[in-house]
């Protein structure tokens, strides 16, 4: 049974660096994929990007410019880097995980509310 | 990126009834097309990926059909813990994309 824990800082300012981190418990981690997805208050579901245990990334071209996903399979861990928040970058953001070639999510952290702010 | 379109948008049913939801694609997604079940505080749980196949531990009253556009999350005989959001997923072109939800509420 694989469980996924999340952490990282909920409340920043605008210009910030949002930083968060997924480790993997149980299952195979280098036999899936790792994404991350965001969902805005009332908002629907915004896939953030992916990276796969050779360390090659997949990002939403809509973030791709502050986007950096990373991989640390010594840890079992993979993070998200979004850099120069702002208030729009107010989201639950999700850690997720997939079984290529499926591209659908069946793996799911619980969530971190992350708040952008003045 | 594929726009996928879900009506409607709120569907107000008893226990019992059954739930048709809507989902439709901007362009053909063949059935690379998953459905997930959103309560409050809790992650998406995945109920259908491939148009039509349960996930894992998923009742048999939830179905999937369609591919091209159009597809349709059957839901039979509702029961209470039913009432919650689905969302409909493409994953057949780069970036995965997601619908906007239909609300599915105790009536």
Redesign the interface.
């Known amino acids: 049974q694989v469980q996924m824990q999340q952490w990282g800082a909920g409340l920043l300012k605008p210009s910030e660096t949002l930083s968060l981190t997924c480790a993997v418990y149980g299952g195979s981690f280098s036999g899936h994929y790792w994404s991350w997805i965001r969902q805005p208050p009332g ?5 953030i990007g992916e990276i796969i245990h050779s360390g090659d990334t ?1 990002y ?3 973030l791709k410019s502050r986007v950096t996903v990373s991989l640390d399979t010594s840890k079992n861990h993979f993070s998200l880097n979004l850099r120069s928040v702002t208030a729009a970058d107010t989201a639950i953001y ?1 850690c997720v995980g997939f079984k290529p070639p ?5 793996l ?4 971190t509310l992350v708040t952008v702010s003045s | 990126e594929v726009v996928l379109t879900q009506s409607p948008g709120t569907l107000s049913l008893s226990p019992g009834e059954r739930a048709t939801l809507s989902c439709r694609a901007s362009q053909s997604v063949s059935t ?1 097309l ?1 459905w ?1 079940q959103v309560k409050p505080d809790q ?4 109920l259908i ?2 148009a039509s196949s349960r ?2 531990d998923i009742p048999d009253r939830f179905s999937g059909s369609g591919s091209g556009t159009d597809f349709t999350l059957g839901i039979s005989r509702l029961e209470p813990e039913d009432f919650a959001v689905y ?1 409909c ?1 493409q ?1 057949h072109r ?8 239909t609300r599915l509420e105790i009536k």
């Open positions: 908002g629907g579901l915004e896939w997949n939403n071209p809509s999700y499926n591209w659908y999510f069946d799911w952290g619980r969530g | 690379y998953a997930y992650p998406p749980r995945l990926y491939g996930a894992t969302l997923q994953y780069s970036p995965t994309t997601f619908g906007q939800g």
